[in-house]
């Protein structure tokens, strides 16, 4: 084990900050049933509730009872994609509209759209991972039933315009899904201003706890089970409640709103350190993702012919935690689809390297990771094969 | 061998942060060899200097754009054929190397198949240079499909050749025309050969 130990793996996670934890200790003996009339029963759902008027105020929600709660941003990402699968079936409209840079969950739901047999159109990104308006214009039409796009992206953090989305899709009469996982607690988010009929959060990502999600669903929106049984969440999602993890996602909520400004400027600053030191003393780097719509706290890089988890592994030996878009790391052969969709090419999606920055994280930090790289970079690329010059030339 | 562990099992964590007889373009060396394969696109590529005398292997240098595990199995396989004779290197699997490095996790073994195959071909360069061309063709063939004695190394000819799916391969080696028993695991070698020869 190092002597320091780096966290800069925010976007897959986060710690649970000691508010949260402190308030999960007293929440532990919140045991009964939210759904029994009982005092007990009456007084654990009063908690649920004031949670959800925290999360719903942290998406700027007015109606509390809009958010519904789920096990985290995979189980509500579903919940829309086979409410669709229901939809889609029974109506004429049928086509989904999603991109090529979505998470898994939603990448994997299309897919199963359309082995059913719908049609789904996978949008392509530019170079900085924004979708082509152009093209995303020309596939709208009265027989679309969803676009579903994400609000910002995990590995690159680019921001995606959805409340300009909305609008297009709206003026064609389509549903709107945004999996916003990854912008909730990085910047505002407003269901209001976004216009959106469904979205998706997690609670892991903003300093809470594992295994809690939330789906936003617009007033009047269709909505099917993914899990049927109990009259729980007015029968959009059963299972008994699970109280801990919803008291703790309702604290995390009420203070990624108040901390948001703080939070941002925090993140941005040690960011664009930790990047402009990269730019200074490493050759031929790549920073990805878009300069301008991208979330405080994520930078994404490639070093071209240095492999991407050796890196991680050299870095990861000096104590510091960050991820990789390389196959290797992923158990298949295959890149980052994300980097590869940008129109980056293998030999750089393999070396890139994903920093997301926190709450918790120092200059001193950052200046030690910054320190750290050099060295491991140079290393690697005197033993490769692959030039990281003629690489980044070839792209 | 759990997945926490595998990187910090000494030997490995060894080799990969001090990785033998890497090539530095600091320090000449004039191989009497070399072979490279796989593809960069594919995320790992491996090169294989030698110097040979009356088919020893004197000295070894390497380069590879690849993951730990391919850094790690990579420095054990050239310490391990210094004053070998080329036949015998030419036998080394990698899960011997796998073997020497104690064990490799199951999804890394994919990662660590490059260096045996970059030194056979600097080995297979070398037979050529000496008139020797194929000289060893076979000797470390293992068989797959028991009904027309097809090995690994078939395969490997034919995905070397252009077959990339199953009916190819068929075209190419009738593999599996019989009792059809050895499908999967020549499916498994065709994947393989076909990252390392794409």
């Not at chain 1, 918790?360 to 030039?387: G, H």
């Not at chain 2, 090539?23 to 590529?45: H, L, M, R, T």
Request: net charge negative.
């Amino acid at each position: 084990m190092a002597s320091k130990f780096v966290y800069m793996d925010y976007n897959a996670t986060t710690p649970l900050r000691p508010e949260v934890k402190d308030l999960m200790k007293d929440a532990l003996d919140v045991y009964a049933n939210a759904s029994s009339m009982h005092e007990s029963g009456r007084r654990a759902r009063a908690e649920i509730e004031k949670a959800r008027a925290q999360v719903a105020s942290l998406i700027d929600a007015s109606n509390p009872q809009t958010v519904y709660f789920t096990s985290g941003g995979s189980e509500s990402n579903n919940t829309v994609f086979m409410t669709m699968y229901h939809l889609a079936k029974q109506g004429t409209r049928k086509k989904i509209i999603t991109t090529a840079i979505e998470h898994p969950c939603v990448l994997n739901s299309a897919k199963y759209l359309q082995e059913e047999g719908f049609p789904v159109v996978f949008l392509q990104v530019d170079d900085d991972g924004r979708i082509d308006m152009e093209r995303y214009r020309k596939e709208l039409g009265p027989d679309v039933l969803l676009v579903s796009v994400m609000a910002a992206n995990n590995e690159i953090g680019t921001v995606e315009d959805i409340a300009e989305i909305t609008r297009l899709a709206k003026e064609n009469g389509a549903l709107v899904h945004t999996d916003a996982t990854q912008a909730v607690g990085k910047i505002p988010v407003s269901v209001k201003e976004w216009n959106v009929d469904y979205l998706t959060m997690s609670c892991h990502k903003i300093y809470g706890p594992k295994g809690v999600g939330a789906l936003y669903i617009r007033q009047g929106a269709p909505i099917e089970p993914l899990i049927r049984g109990g009259h729980q969440e007015a029968g959009v999602r059963a299972g008994t409640y699970n109280n801990l993890g919803i008291i703790g996602f309702g604290k995390a909520a009420e203070l990624a709103k108040a901390e948001l400004d703080e939070y941002r400027e925090h993140v941005g600053v040690l960011r664009n350190r930790l990047r402009d030191k990269i730019k200074a003393s490493i050759p031929h780097v790549r920073i990805n993702g878009h300069p301008e719509f991208v979330l405080p706290n994520t930078l994404n890089v490639s070093f071209p012919g240095a492999e991407g988890e050796s890196i991680l592994l050299y870095l990861d030996l000096a104590g510091i935690q960050v991820s990789t878009g390389s196959a290797c790391a992923s158990g298949s052969l295959d890149p980052s689809h994300v980097l590869l969709a940008t129109g980056l090419g293998p030999e750089l999606a393999h070396g890139s390297i994903r920093f997301s920055l926190g709450k918790y994280t120092t200059e001193e930090e950052v200046d030690y990771v910054a320190a750290q790289l050099p060295p491991i970079i140079e290393r690697l690329r005197k033993m490769s094969t692959v030039s990281a010059e003629d690489t980044l030339i070839q792209h | 061998m759990d997945a926490f562990q595998w990187l910090y099992s000494d030997v490995v964590k060894d080799h990969f942060t001090n990785p033998r007889n890497v090539y530095s373009p600091d320090e000449p060396f004039e191989a009497d060899a070399d072979g490279i394969v796989g593809n960069i696109k594919c995320g790992d590529q491996m090169m294989f200097m030698l110097k040979i005398e009356n088919d020893v292997i004197k000295d070894v240098r390497w380069k590879t754009y690849g993951c730990a595990s391919a850094i790690a199995s990579t420095s054990m396989l050239s310490e391990s054929i210094k004053d070998m004779n080329i036949r015998e290197a030419y036998t080394i699997k990698p899960a011997d190397i796998a073997a020497k490095l104690g064990g490799l996790p199951e999804n890394k073994i994919h990662c660590s198949v490059l260096g045996d195959k970059a030194l056979r071909a600097a080995i297979d360069k070398y037979l050529e240079k000496t008139g020797r061309a194929g000289a060893f063709k076979g000797e470390d063939a293992v068989v797959i499909c028991t009904c027309l004695n097809i090995t690994d190394k078939d395969i490997e000819e034919a995905v070397k050749a252009g077959a990339r799916d199953w009916h190819q391969l068929q075209e190419a080696t009738k593999i599996g025309t019989v009792c059809g028993g050895c499908k999967v695991k020549a499916e498994e070698l065709l994947h393989e050969f076909s990252h390392i020869y794409s």
